[in-house]
């Protein structure tokens, strides 16, 4: 089931028991915010949240927490809602293959029923803003898609970029952005502010659940986002073109919001409460001036709460984090079996490999680190054999409390680049990255006193059944 909008998603959801309506009054702060984190802490299967009773506001619609659990993102993929989370992962690298499918383009947007410009464009006429964390400083659009062009190559379309970032509404027709440099957008400002040119931006919120995570996936430069939508979706990503900039941007969208990055201009922006489970500081980040606003009657307004983990982002960002660097490492090395890098963005990676030859699995986790996310995020990578699971934690200490003698096998790489979100950072932007090889010696590495490694029997399969078979029996 390809989904064209959030609204025919949030319908599946409720259809399947996935959607929550909070049809009480409450409070903008902190009822919102405090719904969305207590969504996260009520255990796998946790609904979206939907709320059109907000006090203060006329016409509010906020939808939450719509990634925001298991079951909710097998859903987004058109999968039953109980699949296991190492099938959708595997369903995931699957439909990868089939990238990258054309996007269809469409005429009959349904956001361009209504339009602001110019002097005339008021933000907070538009969208219920409220904030998340009680240290935010400020209203933010944390689940938007927005697309740039490559200033040099503007008629490419997948050099097209589309991407979530942070945006902090400073003023009715102003947001700030922060443009983490390792990602496409920032590439995207820098050869525009060489230029002394403003960079245009057109920004989508509101948007079907696979657009949602394709705008947060770590894809190649000129990998298309929307080509990339379609693979996953199983049926062309809808499109259609802003109407000031030109873009291509989702046709379902509830908002579009048109302007430009003002070249070589920076302004406090945060502190906001990010995926790290810590806040971020206010820091200079460059400005949005926003000259057009175009939204359908009564838009939805989606957010994501984030903050400690597990999070709605942690749902969001964990298969479109391990699926890329699985497809991009198994493009040079063929011999890795799975990436889990679901904690914390993929700060921390688990990989499972064979081994060609001594010294393997250490080449292989540095070559994650230079992926296109690992260069700013993979910081610590465990690796493991190929028939220890990195998604069954359990086998992963197995193998680094069995397999782990740190003089060979732990190595620190010093001042390395990182987000400069991590915590552990120093400076900000540069960390020691490590690697714990968790793998079994391979010939000509002859350490350690390995001998053969026991397996389960070859009838415990056929006996596991069977006590199950017989414990419900005796349970009744
Ligand atoms: C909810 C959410 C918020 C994000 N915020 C930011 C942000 O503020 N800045 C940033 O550079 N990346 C942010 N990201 C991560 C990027 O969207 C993600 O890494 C994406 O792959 C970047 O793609 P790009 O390299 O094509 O720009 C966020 C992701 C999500 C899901």
Not at 193 to 208: F, R, S, W
Request: charged letters at 25%.
């Amino acid at each position: 089931m390809a989904y064209d909008d959030l609204r025919e998603f949030l319908s599946t959801l409720e259809k399947e028991g996935q959607l929550l309506r909070i049809t009480e009054p409450v409070l903008p702060e902190p009822d919102l915010a405090a719904a969305a984190n207590a969504a996260g802490r009520i255990g796998d299967g946790a609904p979206a949240l939907w709320f059109d009773n907000v006090k203060g506001f006329t016409d509010a619609r906020v939808a939450l927490n719509v990634h925001g659990s298991w079951a909710n993102h097998a859903l987004a993929l058109g999968l039953p809602k109980h699949t296991p989370v190492k099938e959708q992962v595997e369903e995931f690298a699957r439909r990868w293959d089939a990238f990258p499918v054309a996007p269809e383009r469409r005429e009959d947007a349904p956001w361009r029923e209504h339009t602001q410009e110019g002097d005339d464009v008021d933000l907070f006429s538009v969208l219920p803003l409220f904030r998340l964390n009680d240290g935010d400083g400020g209203f933010y659009l944390d689940k938007a898609a927005v697309v740039s062009r490559d200033p040099e190559d503007p008629g490419h379309f997948g050099k097209q970029n589309v991407g979530t970032y942070r945006l902090q509404v400073v003023d009715r027709n102003r947001l700030a952005i922060q443009p983490v440099p390792v990602h496409d957008i920032a590439l995207h400002l820098r050869k525009a502010e060489e230029k002394g040119e403003d960079l245009p931006v057109a920004i989508t919120l509101g948007n079907d659940p696979v657009m949602a995570i394709v705008a947060g996936m770590p894809m190649g430069y000129d990998q298309s986002e929307y080509e990339m939508a379609g693979a996953l979706r199983g049926a062309p990503a809808p499109i259609a073109t802003a109407p000031l900039t030109g873009f291509d941007v989702p046709w379902g969208s509830e908002v579009v919001i048109e302007g430009v990055i003002e070249s070589r201009k920076r302004q406090i922006e945060g502190p906001f409460g990010e995926f790290t489970g810590h806040y971020s500081g206010g820091r200079r980040m460059p400005v949005i001036r926003i000259d057009r606003v175009s939204h359908r009657t009564n838009p939805v307004f989606e957010s994501l709460y984030l903050g400690m983990p597990w999070t709605e982002c942690d749902y969001l960002v964990g298969p479109n984090t391990c699926v890329p660097l699985l497809k991009q490492l198994r493009a040079e090395f063929p011999e890795v079996q799975a990436v889990n890098a679901m904690y914390t963005h993929g700060l921390l990676a688990v990989i499972s490999t064979r081994k060609r030859y001594g010294g393997f699995a250490k080449a292989v986790a540095m070559r994650a680190m230079t992926t296109p996310h690992g260069l700013g995020y993979v910081s610590t990578v465990i690796m493991v054999d190929e028939d220890v699971d990195p998604f069954d934690l359990p086998q992963v200490m197995w193998a680094m409390s069995s397999k782990v003698n740190a003089a060979g096998d732990v190595m620190i790489l010093p001042n390395l680049p990182v987000v400069e979100l991590a915590p552990a950072a120093q400076p900000a932007g540069l960390t020691s990255k490590m690697i714990i090889d968790a793998t079994t010696p391979v010939h000509p590495d002859q350490r350690g006193n390995f001998s053969t490694p026991t397996k389960d029997l070859p009838e415990a399969k056929d006996w596991a059944a069977k006590l199950q078979r017989l414990l419900s029996e005796t349970r009744g």
